[in-house]
């Protein structure tokens, strides 16, 4: 079980640059989420995946963000215009559907973002 | 909306004796609620879960979960903690239809003393 990874680790950038994250889910899953997660808070969600269709997505999810799972297997989320109220931990976790919605899911360990 | 509520920060308890980490929800139909633990410099972990059924639901590592839909509360208990317990607890609230969107609690610390 190689578990879910994420790619980078951490990322730090200028406000104003675009950044793009990488999450490779557990092989056999097929629901893939994406959280984000600010220091003393809890993840919150901004969107998912069945498959490569994106079944929902945060109202709280700006425009600048946008996120895409084109085969299905791994999934990007890009940050546009990134500014520092962006700087958090973004968490994705992968769950196989035939659990319906009481699914387990598996998070990887994380890309930190800072914005200067 | 539906909302999660840990009213507690952080937890102090001594290695041996019983601890609960207190989760409380608001939701609009049929909840379905998860625990998940964070331990430092690791990715979140899945403990427990109430779908449907019996209302004590049993987990990873002795931890135990008992739904209570008048009180709306999902309480993490553990009848003796021990110092690797210690660690970041959330309580995860999904709604069993419409809207997919999990909703994570704010988090609660456990430490358990020696």
């Known amino acids: 079980d190689t578990g879910v990874s994420q790619d980078p680790r951490h990322k730090i950038t200028k406000r104003g640059q675009n950044v793009t994250f990488r999450c490779d889910p557990i092989s056999e899953h097929n629901r893939l989420y994406w959280y984000r997660q600010t220091l003393g808070q809890g993840p919150e969600f901004l969107t998912y995946?069945?498959?490569?269709?994106?079944?929902?997505k945060s109202r709280l999810l700006s425009d600048r963000f946008s996120a895409e799972r084109p085969k299905g297997s791994f999934s990007t989320l890009e940050i546009q215009r990134t500014e520092q109220g962006d700087s958090a931990m973004y968490l994705c976790a992968s769950s196989n559907k035939a659990g319906g919605r009481g699914d387990t899911q598996y998070f990887g360990p994380g890309t930190r973002l800072t914005v200067l | 909306a539906q909302s999660v509520a840990q009213p507690e920060d952080q937890v102090n308890v001594a290695e041996g004796n019983p601890l609960t980490v207190k989760c409380t929800y608001s939701?609009?139909?049929?909840?379905?609620l998860f625990w998940y633990v964070q331990y430092p410099n690791r990715g979140l972990q899945f403990l427990l879960k109430y779908i449907t059924g019996d209302n004590l639901v049993k987990g990873s590592y002795g931890f135990e979960a008992e739904f209570n839909k008048s009180q709306t509360s999902f309480h993490l208990k553990k009848p003796s903690a021990l110092v690797s317990d210690s660690a970041l607890y959330f309580c995860?609230?999904?709604?069993?239809?419409?809207?997919?969107?999990?909703?994570f609690g704010r988090g609660t610390s456990l430490i358990v003393h020696p």
């Open positions: 939701v609009s139909g049929n909840p379905y």
């Open positions: 995946f069945q498959n490569e269709a994106q079944l929902e």
């Open positions: 995860v609230l999904i709604l069993s239809g419409g809207s997919y969107i999990p909703t």
